[in-house]
Nanobody
Framework: QVQLVESGGGLVQPGGSLRLSCAAS????????MGWYRQAPGKQRELVAT???????NVAASVKGRFTIARDNAKNTVSLQMNSLKPEDTAVYYC????????????WGQGTQVTVSS
């Protein structure tokens, strides 16, 4: 059974920083694409950033230049460094791991709340 456990969410003032971490356990292989998605109240879940096993990243335009995704294949972890946070970044952030060769294997964490407010 695959488990993804996020940590690092919280309340931060505009312009501040947070770092999210996700630890994967179970049958999550190093070739999986790892990523972060977010869902704000009343909105659909959206991609924030993904990273392949070869560290190729895909970052949403809304966070490019402010957020950085990174992974450690040896530890099966993925992180999201979030800088210059804005109120519109407020959302529940979800860790994701998916097999790029099969849509059947797609896993989600339980989510962690990020609130940007003064």
């Amino acid at each position: 059974q695959v488990q993804l456990v996020e940590s690092g969410g919280g309340l931060v003032q505009p312009g501040g920083s947070l770092r999210l971490s996700c630890a994967a356990s179970g049958s999550v292989f190093s070739f999986y694409v790892m990523g972060w998605y977010r869902q704000a109240p009343g909105k659909q879940r959206e991609l924030v950033a993904t990273v392949t096993s070869g560290s190729i990243t895909n970052v949403a335009a809304s966070v490019k230049g402010r957020f950085t995704i990174a992974r450690d294949n040896a530890k099966n972890t993925v992180s999201l460094q979030m800088n210059s946070l804005k109120p519109e970044d407020t959302a529940v952030y979800y860790c994701n791991a998916r097999n790029p060769y099969s849509g059947f294997y797609n896993y989600w964490g339980q989510g962690t709340q990020v609130t940007v407010s003064s």
